[in-house]
């Protein structure tokens, strides 16, 4: 019976596997699925289940299956090297993405203590990787997006022993990982590539896929490569600071080398989707957008020159969809910005947790106590026009929507859902002030407790010292010293 379904019915049975996406509750922002991107909670094992009925969902399957594949420590690299030696099923590959682990969505106490367990096997396999990626990346030649995510990188803090003075193994480990990760990617000649996306711990490591000026690229370049890109988004999530895990790599602060995404940038002139997004600092200025015409622009977790962001949405003229999360303004200020994004042709817009910076020229702007009010969940701001201009954005996409889908545009739902979302970042931005102020006052509480401890143990010391000196002067006047 099924085998004499039209293709177009099978396609559809293919929907009924899908068994929903797995949300985090104070998750924020979720994205929309990345281009040929398989996801859902259990999805690959049903398709992986299905595949297997017989022939005919085998051939249905297999193309579907196979145009993202995620090659991570748990499912080795041996099945990379096996997979690039299948020209059928490598020839299906739209979507590779290489990473230590996949990230959940949910229990990262759960995946962090799993990175901890298995620091030996995923430093044999980065090692691994490292080699094999010459010889397999270039194979598949139908990639249109690749995506390495090397956030979360063990380190090896062992002294290598051939080298004088000695240093940890770590240092030179890192460079060759992401010098090889840069050579490949340079030299495997992906013609159909438009899509990078880097996710990285440091600012610093994109230093190793800027071209070296000094260094013959034998005709292969990071420029030529960025050139083809249409799709590019840079991410690194680690910091330096004290208590973040990686305080032993000090000497790569991301306040000094953030300016190796800002020359990446340029590399990269004819993408219409930009995505950014830091971990403690990241600022932007104009030197990064110039060249720059987008239709999509995500922004998360960094600072940036008002003069330099409203330019870029007044070059962008195409500019459709807008997502800012923990965007800082180190000047101007946010009515300049919005008001220049009434004038695009936007119908996608989303902003949370956005304000100025302390310690810019704006700094006046910032409000004396950030959180208290509904409104701060949007731009934490004094100014009232910065509030009314961010709600002009949204009246203009209503418009810019109603022009474009006409009488399909559902405006009813439309509003139903952007109430929706605001009462959603609004309940969050509360729980999370709650949260931060429970967390100050924990700590309040434990530095007044370590100060009493450290008082009576300074009380202790002091007394036994007094007794010491006090045996030490009877000892001295028994012997008539």
């Excluded at 299905?50 to 022939?55: E, K, P």
């Excluded at 110039?290 to 962008?316: V, Y």
């Amino acid at each position: 019976m099924i085998v004499k379904l039209p293709p177009e019915m099978l396609q559809q049975i293919l929907l009924y596997v899908h068994d929903g996406f797995e949300r985090h509750r104070f998750g924020g922002y979720d994205p929309p699925l990345g281009r040929y991107e398989l996801k859902g909670i259990n999805l690959r094992a049903n398709l992986c289940s299905l595949r297997s009925v017989n022939r005919l969902f085998h051939q249905l399957v297999t193309p579907s299956l196979f145009q993202h594949v995620v090659i991570s420590s748990s499912s080795g690299v041996q099945r990379f090297q096996q997979l690039s030696k299948s020209p059928p099923l490598r020839r299906l590959v739209r979507r590779l993405e290489i990473c230590v682990e996949v990230q959940p969505v949910t229990d990262f106490d759960v995946y962090d203590a799993r990175l901890k367990k298995n620091k030996k096997k995923n430093l044999k396999y980065l090692a691994r990787l490292a080699i094999v990626i010459h010889t397999t990346l270039p194979k598949f030649s139908g990639v249109k997006v690749l995506k390495l995510d090397f956030e979360d990188i063990p380190y090896n803090l062992n002294r290598e022993q051939d080298v004088w003075p000695p240093v940890c193994c770590y240092v030179q480990d890192t460079a060759n990982l992401f010098e090889s990760f840069a050579t490949a990617m340079r030299r495997s000649q992906l013609n159909k590539l438009d899509e990078v996306d880097l996710s990285l711990p440091l600012a610093y490591d994109f230093g190793y896929f800027l071209d070296d000026d000094h260094t013959d690229t034998g005709g292969y370049s990071t420029r030529a490569l960025f050139q083809q890109l249409k799709y590019l988004s840079l991410h690194y999530g680690q910091s330096t600071d004290d208590g973040e895990g990686i305080e032993f790599r000090f000497r790569m602060p991301n306040e000094k080398y953030d300016k190796y995404i800002r020359q990446l940038l340029p590399l990269a002139p004819n993408i219409h989707s930009l995505k950014l997004k830091g971990s403690d600092i990241l600022m932007l200025d104009q030197s990064a957008f110039s060249p720059l015409c987008l239709r999509s622009l995500s922004l998360e977790s960094l600072s940036i020159t008002g003069d330099a962001f409203t330019a870029l949405i007044q070059q962008s003229t195409a500019l459709d969809k807008v997502i800012l999360r923990g965007v800082y303004l180190e000047s101007g200020t946010w009515k300049e910005i919005l008001s220049a994004m009434i004038q695009s042709p936007i119908t996608s817009f989303y902003i949370e947790a956005c304000g100025y910076q302390r310690e810019g020229e704006s700094a006046d702007f910032c409000p004396p106590n950030p959180g208290s009010l509904p409104n701060d969940a949007y731009i934490e701001t004094t100014e009232a026009d910065d509030l009314d201009a961010c709600e002009a954005v949204f009246s203009r996409l209503w418009k810019n929507k109603r022009r474009i889908y006409g009488s399909k545009y559902n405006e009813a739902a439309d509003l139903e859902r952007r109430s929706a979302e605001r009462e959603e970042i609004e309940f969050k931005s509360a729980v999370l002030a709650e949260y931060l102020k429970r967390r100050f006052a924990a700590e309040e509480a434990a530095e007044e407790d370590d100060a009493n401890i450290s008082r009576r143990s300074h009380k202790v010391r002091l007394s036994c010292r007094c007794r010491k000196m006090d045996d030490e002067l009877r000892l001295q006047l028994r012997t008539g010293a």
